[in-house]
């Protein structure tokens, strides 16, 4: 069995999209907290893809944060 990794960009958005989406966000109108399921930084990226491998269902989105 293989899992496939899916990286989502964005791109062919405008400003006023990002516009809107940022209004969005800082009304509180989209429930980020019920759609991104964890946060962590690079070093533990390998740690939660291992936990959404074992129980896939549990998570929507892992974030990663990568510092520049």
Do not use: H, Y
């Not at 209004?23 to 990226?45: H, I, K, Q, W």
């Amino acid at each position: 069995m293989q899992k496939e990794l899916d990286i989502l960009g964005s791109r062919n958005a405008t400003d006023a999209d990002f516009d809107e989406v940022i209004a969005m966000l800082g009304a509180g109108g989209f429930p980020v907290e019920d759609a991104v399921s964890m946060v962590v930084p690079l070093e533990g990226a390998g740690e939660a893809l291992a936990r959404w491998s074992a129980d896939p269902a549990s998570m929507r989105k892992i974030m990663v944060e990568v510092a520049p």
